[in-house]
């Protein structure tokens, strides 16, 4: 029994959506429910691991703005009435592996029937950024539950502390706004590499597999160098390795990848999860293909 992922759409900014994470997320969570011919109303859940959004707003939850926009329920849910629960979650480029096994929690309890993980960056514009490293793209993925071998397994997770040396993005009053900024050091590909590899083994090594049993390592962040770094630390060919397709992508490239990778898989495919972010956190799960 699993978390099955339905589907996932990818959407890329244009002139209208480059400074709006939610314009984003309400695109990508359209996409995805009606690739999955879900409708909105009938969504139990909606998880936004998005971090970097629209004039650097921390309130409201970003998740209960794209419920409004995309119509799931936003009223107050009445006595015999259907109702959709939405919040969000801040991991960085773990938040969709962090959100899908929060979800699985949810589906496996039978809490909620259907899911709705949604992810999206974009540059906070008018000056609210010291060069906003990351591209606007958003990500969502729609989730249920399936009785079966199939599906989600458990998340496994690595923690290595570094007091943010390795990478942090700060907010800070500059001309009576919130201005972002980024640090990251040179070698926070190889840092990230490292964690996400021990996460990797501890997932194989419970499951009793290793790298090369799995048809495809689906991973994020979406750098080169940190696909090549955990390539070598497993042991295993580079293009083993999936990654989004544009390097710039941040929280949506767990899923971007996700949609990459396991595009050209038959059912049955055995697909390991994994991911490394700031703290420095890393997550990794095996997900096998529906039958």
Known sequence: MGT?????????????????????????????LRGAGRDPRDLDLLV????????????????????????????????NG?????????????????????????????TVD??????????????????????PVGAAMSCTWADGHDGLGRVYWVRRPDGGESYNATAGLVDRRNVLRFHESADVDSR????????????????????????????????GEFRAALAERLGIAVDTVVVAADAKTHTASLAAAFQRGTEPLGAGACVLLVAAAAGITAGAALYRVPR
């Open 4 to 32: 099955i992922i339905e589907n996932v759409h990818v959407t890329r900014g244009g002139w209208r959506r480059r400074h709006s994470a939610l314009r984003l997320a309400d695109a990508a969570a359209r996409g995805c």
């Open 48 to 79: 936004n691991a998005g971090i970097y959004r629209d004039r650097n707003l921390g309130e409201p939850a970003l998740a209960a703005m794209i419920q409004k926009d995309i119509g799931a329920n936003p009223e107050d849910p009445h006595g």
């Open 82 to 110: 259907h109702g959709t629960f939405s919040f969000d979650v801040a991991n960085g480029s773990c938040g969709v592996i962090t959100a899908l096994q929060i979800v699985d929690g949810f589906l496996e309890s039978r």
């Open 114 to 135: 259907s899911a709705l993980i949604v992810a999206s960056d974009a540059d906070p514009g008018r000056r609210r950024s010291d060069r906003f490293p990351y591209s």
């Open 192 to 223: 990230f590499a490292e964690a996400a590899a021990e996460a990797a083994r501890r997932c194989l090594g419970e499951e009793g597999l290793d790298a090369t049993d799995v048809d495809v390592i689906v991973a994020a962040p979406a750098h």
